[in-house]
């Protein structure tokens, strides 16, 4: 089964419109971590934001903020006020509380984001 | 800082051959990773790293060997690369187990 899965293999918004990109996940820890990254057509991967467990509000960042729903297993980023720069995949990844120590990320396969003038 | 980075961006090989991917960070991190991304797929840990002199496997370790003498360099090799090779790889470091990775700018290889 997938860790993480995100369903949206392309999202269209328009420019100062909000768009939210879905993300599930599948761990049986109780300790965990969220993340998201941009990856622009240049190839570079960006953190964006990050969202632990045991955190009882939802992470922002300037215009990213996560929408966090623990029992739900689902970890949405919301992306305020759309500018073109915000083309661009978009992965979601956790870090699982098992094996701690490692730290290895499980990603999704991206969604890909284009936001129109 | 220069952050990760990666050596070289682009490279061509034909099977068979072999190459060492370089990947080095001025972050004084202690975890280092090797990622494939493969087209549709997000990213898949080949081998990491907790520390200089300590290596182990990751997702998807066959047909490739890492090692990290030290701290801040972490080397990936391809003994005899094979097509199924051909991706693009990151390398990526953290201070901690717990914290955000950060990522090198990638590698394009392409086996014939």
């Known amino acids: 089964a997938q860790k993480i899965t995100q369903t949206q293999p392309g999202m269209f918004v328009q420019e100062k419109e909000a768009v939210t990109l879905d993300c599930t996940y599948d761990?049986?820890?109780?300790?965990?971590?969220l993340f998201w990254y941009k990856q622009p057509s240049s190839g570079e991967m960006i953190f964006l934001i990050y969202q632990g467990s045991y955190d009882e509000q939802n992470a922002t960042e300037g215009r990213y903020s996560l929408n966090f729903q623990k029992a739900r297993k689902s970890a949405n980023l919301v992306i305020s006020a759309s500018q073109l720069g915000d083309s661009a995949m978009y992965f979601c990844?956790?870090?699982?509380?098992?094996?701690?120590?490692?730290?290895?990320?499980?990603f999704g396969r991206g969604t890909q984001l284009t936001v129109w003038p | 800082n220069a952050g990760v980075t990666q050596t070289p961006k682009f490279r061509v090989l034909k099977t068979g051959q072999s190459m060492t991917l370089l990947c080095a960070q001025d972050?004084?991190?202690?975890?280092m990773y090797w990622y494939r991304q493969d087209p549709g797929m997000g990213l898949r840990l080949i081998h990491y790293?907790?520390?200089?002199?300590?290596?182990a496997k990751g997702e998807v370790p066959d047909g490739y060997n890492v090692s990290r003498l030290k701290k801040q360099n972490f080397l990936l090799g391809l003994e005899s690369a094979a097509p199924s090779q051909t991706s693009v790889y990151f390398c990526a470091s953290s201070y901690q187990s717990s914290a955000e990775q950060f990522f090198g700018p990638g590698t394009r290889l392409t086996v014939l």
């Open positions: 761990t049986s820890d109780q300790s965990y971590g």
């Open positions: 972050m004084n991190h202690e975890y």
């Open positions: 990844a956790m870090r699982e509380g098992r094996g701690s120590t490692l730290g290895r990320l499980y």
């Open positions: 790293s907790v520390g200089e002199g300590t290596t």
